[in-house]
């Protein structure tokens, strides 16, 4: 399991730079999902006094070192940093290189930690986000699950 953080214009979080703050983790899923996510996160925060991460586990090949992706990470990072501007929600923004999205979790928050995830429920099967959301339960992390367009 090894996750690294991507180099680039990244906002250190509260595990990085010292602050007691209570944390709302959001998972970014897709553009719709992160921003129904992010929405939700600001209204749990709110009065809290709690900062909201957006957590972007993104997955490197096997073939490529971690250390150096194929894609730049500040065009990532931009790309979420505008998505929360969008929303009108102060949000720092943590991409994260991992060969699984889930050593992003277990690498980086403790098992009470507060995650809300964003997504599409699935008509038969579950979708992506709710796979994510079911996986990280059974982790034992709190997940608040919306669902876009509720």
Known sequence: M???FAPGRQTPDAAVDGSNRLRVYVVATTGEGTQCALLAAQRLAAGLDARIIILVPHVVSYVVPLES???DPTVLIDEYRALAARAGVDASVRLCLCRRPIDVFKTLLSERSTIVLGGHRGRWWPSAAQRMAHE???????????????
């Open 69 to 71: 992706p194929n894609e």
């Open 136 to 150: 990280l339960r059974r982790e034992g992390y709190d997940i608040v699950f919306v669902e876009v367009g509720s």
């Open 2 to 4: 090894e996750v690294r």
